[in-house]
């Protein structure tokens, strides 16, 4: 098994930055994919980035491309999300998630879950 642990969120101004970070432990040995998702209350978890462990591909949702950088550090066994130009529609709670093998871009093909990140983002 894998544990996460998200942190780094917190309240920005509109036009900001934060950084994430997620630390994973626990059954890290393995290969495995890791990914950022973020959900509103009473909407449903929105895919954000993701993350290949081998070659560090990485994949974006549209609404983040050119402001969203997914990183990772496998030394670490750690996934960063640098977030710039934040919009306030940005407002979130943030989750870290892993899976062993390949980058999905579905929250349902993940094992392994931190507990979230507040994002707020104000106009």
């Known amino acids: 098994q894998v544990q996460l642990a998200e942190s780094g969120g917190g309240l920005v101004q509109a036009g900001g930055s934060l950084r994430l970070s997620c630390a994973a432990s626990?059954?890290?040995?393995?290969?495995?994919?890791m990914g950022w998702f973020r959900q509103d209350p009473g909407k449903e978890r929105e895919f954000v980035a993701a993350i290949s462990w081998i070659g560090g591909i990485t994949y974006s949702a549209d609404s983040v491309k050119g402001r969203f950088t997914i990183s990772r550090d496998n030394a670490k066994n750690t996934v960063y999300l640098q977030m710039n130009s934040l919009k306030p529609e940005d407002t979130a709670v943030y989750y870290c998630?892993?899976?062993?093998?390949?980058?999905?871009?579905?929250?349902?093909?993940?094992?392994?879950w931190g507990q979230g990140t507040q994002v707020t983002v104000s106009s």
């Open positions: 626990g059954r890290t040995s393995s290969s495995y994919a």
């Open positions: 998630a892993a899976r062993y093998g390949s980058s999905r871009l579905a929250a349902h093909e993940y094992d392994y």
